[in-house]
């Protein structure tokens, strides 16, 4: 896993939106859990029974050392982990509301993570490169990333990217095009589907973003994913559940969708997995606290109603 590695401060509650003015409002809870999409997807594929290591940027303070703790504690490797002297870990500060919920984010070391940091050694020892959080560190990794991702094709491993969203607005240039180009599996939602392409609907977004190369999957929340392999389209859905918290579930749904495409899956089936990871791990608050093992995903795959789309 390639990205961020900050942890998130998690503002629980019915109302969570801040009433500036000096009022004080009461929330559910507050805590400090794992945090940062690329560290989140270390963690769930995990729990899957994968090996994983990551490789991130964080600060020479408590903070980092808390992420860097409990990452080993899920058995995730960080010992490629870049530790910045003077510069502070990045922090997230997610305000949720169960369905829905508000991200601010101070970005800290993880923007100095750059492809010199990346030990190419790891592509030999991969079977799969997964890239999180494209737009957090675009200044930095992205200038590198495409031969990054040549690199570890080139070694035998596979390659997905989840760009996640774009702060900037702007959404990407040649470097990100070049990156795509290098990627087997690209893994949006469905907002972050409709800006890249350009596009105003989700079919003419499938159609623009397969033909820069890779296979498609777009994340849809409650409703599932859409799977776009060339132009073979197929949705998949699962049983709704009831979130306690979504934060995460996206990065959840990749390590899912990962792990079903190491088991040699086809893409819906890898997909049905994701998003049983994805729906799972929104039981309890935080990124990981609820991310299920590979037991209790597979069960609540095999409930999956794959079928064609348009």
């Known amino acids: 896993m390639l990205g961020d590695c900050n942890p998130d401060v998690l503002v629980l509650g019915s109302d969570v939106s801040p009433a500036f003015g000096q009022q004080e409002k009461l929330v559910s809870s507050i805590s400090m859990v794992i945090g940062g999409s690329a560290a989140i997807t270390a963690v769930a594929a995990a729990r899957l029974g994968l090996t994983v290591a990551l490789v991130a940027a964080v600060g020479s303070d408590p903070v980092g050392r808390f992420m860097l703790d409990q990452l080993a504690r899920e058995g995730v490797d960080v010992g490629f982990v870049v530790v910045r ?5 990045g922090m997230t500060v997610a305000l949720s509301q ?4 508000a991200i601010l984010t101070a970005l800290g070391a993880m923007e100095s993570l750059t492809a010199a940091d990346v030990d190419r050694g790891l592509f030999a020892r991969a079977r799969h490169v997964h890239v999180s959080s494209y737009f957090l560190l675009e200044d930095s990794l992205g200038p590198g990333l495409a031969d990054l991702l040549s690199a570890a094709r080139a070694a035998g491993a596979t390659t997905s990217l989840d760009t996640n969203w774009d702060p900037s607005g702007r959404w990407g240039d040649a470097r990100l095009s070049a990156a795509i180009s290098q990627t087997d599996v690209l893994l949006p939602n469905e907002a972050e589907a ?15 973003l397969t033909a820069r190369g890779p296979r498609l999957v777009v994340k849809l929340g409650e409703q599932g994913a859409l799977c776009a392999d060339g132009p073979v389209r197929q949705h998949v859905s699962l049983p709704p559940v009831v979130p306690v918290d979504t934060t995460g579930a996206g990065d959840c749904f990749n390590a899912g969708l990962i792990a079903g495409l ?13 998003c049983a990871v994805g729906a799972l791990s929104t039981g309890g608050a935080g990124g990981t606290a609820a991310a299920p093992d590979m037991t209790l995903a597979a069960k609540f795959a095999q409930q999956a109603g794959p079928r064609s789309a348009g």
């Open 85 to 89: 002297d003077g510069i502070p870990t």
């Open 98 to 101: 169960g369905h829905d919920r």
């Open 194 to 208: 409709l800006r890249l392409s350009r596009a105003e609907a989700l079919p003419a977004a499938a159609d623009a």
């Open 262 to 274: 190491l088991q040699d899956l086809p893409l819906p089936e890898a997909a049905a997995l994701g």
